[in-house]
């Protein structure tokens, strides 16, 4: 990985809307070429059409094994090598542990956690070959939980826990491993949540600050990956500054 990001290959899931679209124009906008994954791939079609750069659309489920696979292979047969992986696709439903939804814990590990690791399984030859980089997006959730989100952290605690054993595997080998744990930020993220109390508790906290945008967790992904060789971001937390 070097520090400019000119025709780097990174590929960027979740980049449907959010975060994960956000920095995949951010990434365009500096000259890397991006593949772009998620499930909706009308988004995705659109967000080829705004990228200032070459951009390629990818209809990825990281909670399907062969989906992934498929998805690194073909970032790597278009583009040739793969130097960035930014693993970023999740989900949040929120809710109190007692009469939880189980399905909905289910489909948070499936995501988030079991989804992630997948997607760095299948990108990790291409990155050491290219001796690129993986960027978690984690959470605040990731260091500190809070009731109503227990699954949800322990999701995020698990992307933590992965990203520090994944770094001391594979750093001396070249590959920088870099965790980003936002604070709140505009997206459709709380927008699933089927808890109508947490829903609405969701919307007035949203209400009761100046929330990060998209684009501020962007400016981060791309602060960490066009650092110098040398210099290994190991870890960015970056919350509003309205958020105690
Ligand atoms: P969004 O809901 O806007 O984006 C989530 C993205 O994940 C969408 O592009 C969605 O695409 C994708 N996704 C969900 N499930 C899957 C799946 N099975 N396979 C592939 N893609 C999937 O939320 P954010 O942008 O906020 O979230 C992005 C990341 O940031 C998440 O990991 C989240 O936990 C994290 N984060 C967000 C914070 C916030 O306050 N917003 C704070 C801290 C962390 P599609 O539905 O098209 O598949």
Do not use: C
């Amino acid at each position: 990985m070097s520090t400019t990001l000119e025709g780097r290959v990174v590929l960027v899931t979740g980049a449907s809307s959010g975060i994960g679209r956000a920095t995949a124009l951010a990434l365009s906008k500096a000259g890397a070429r991006v593949a772009v994954g998620a499930r909706r791939a009308d988004r995705l079609e659109a967000l080829t059409e705004d990228a200032p750069g070459e951009m390629l659309p990818l209809e990825l489920d990281v909670t399907d094994h062969r989906s992934v696979t498929d998805a690194v292979a073909t970032t790597v047969e278009h583009f040739g090598t793969l130097d960035i992986l930014v693993n970023n696709a999740g989900v949040m439903l929120s809710s109190p542990v007692l009469g939880a939804d189980t399905t909905e814990w289910a489909r948070m590990v499936d995501t988030n956690l079991l989804g992630s690791m997948y997607m760095a399984h299948a990108a990790l030859p291409h990155l050491l070959a290219s001796k690129g980089a993986v960027v978690q997006v984690s959470s605040t959730a990731g260091r500190t939980a809070s009731a109503t989100s227990a699954v949800y952290a322990a999701t995020k605690f698990g992307v933590n826990a992965f990203s520090e054993a994944l770094r001391q595997e594979v750093t001396e080998l070249g590959v920088r491993v870099v965790v980003i744990e936002p604070g709140f930020v505009a997206t459709e993220l709380a927008g699933h949540i089927t808890d109508p109390a947490i829903q609405a508790a969701a919307r007035s906290m949203a209400e009761s600050m100046r929330t990060l945008q998209p684009e501020d967790i962007a400016a981060a992904v791309v602060y960490a990956v066009t650092q110098p060789e040398h210099v290994a971001v190991n870890e960015i937390l970056i919350r509003p500054t309205d958020q105690s």
